[in-house]
Nanobody
Framework: QVQLVESGGGLAQSGGSLRLSCAAS????????MSWHRQAPGKEREFVAW????????NYADSVKGRYTISRDNAKNTMYLQMNSLKPEDTAMYYC???????????????WGQGTQVTVSS
């Protein structure tokens, strides 16, 4: 079955950096674009960044553009999010997501990881 496991979250100071990882299994990793999303307490989950299946294309939310970098290593079935110049407003639970389509195994659908907490202190 599809599994997405995030790691790398923690406490950082304003202006600091963190690198998140999303380890994937249960599907052909190199066949799918993937994305990062985040959800702060009391707020809706929001898009952060997206990367194409082979990493040639990326897209970012305006709020993180120039500070965050999404990447992937298809040999390791892992996606990353390098977060620099962190701000207190970046505090949230961060999730990775993959939409599985065009296959019967695994079952098509939107798959999410369990999330990793990022807390930025001022």
């Amino acid at each position: 079955q599809v599994q997405l496991v995030e790691s790398g979250g923690g406490l950082a100071q304003s202006g600091g950096s963190l690198r998140l990882s999303c380890a994937a299994s249960g599907f052909t990793f190199s066949s799918y674009g993937m994305s990062w999303h985040r959800q702060a307490p009391g707020k809706e989950r929001e898009f952060v960044a997206w990367i194409s299946s082979f990493g040639g294309s990326t897209n970012y939310a305006d709020s993180v553009k120039g500070r965050y970098t999404i990447s992937r290593d298809n040999a390791k079935n892992t996606m990353y999010l390098q977060m620099n110049s962190l701000k207190p407003e970046d505090t949230a639970m961060y999730y990775c997501k993959v939409p599985i389509v065009g296959t019967q195994n695994p079952k098509p659908g939107i798959y999410w990881g369990q999330g990793t907490q990022v807390t930025v202190s001022s």
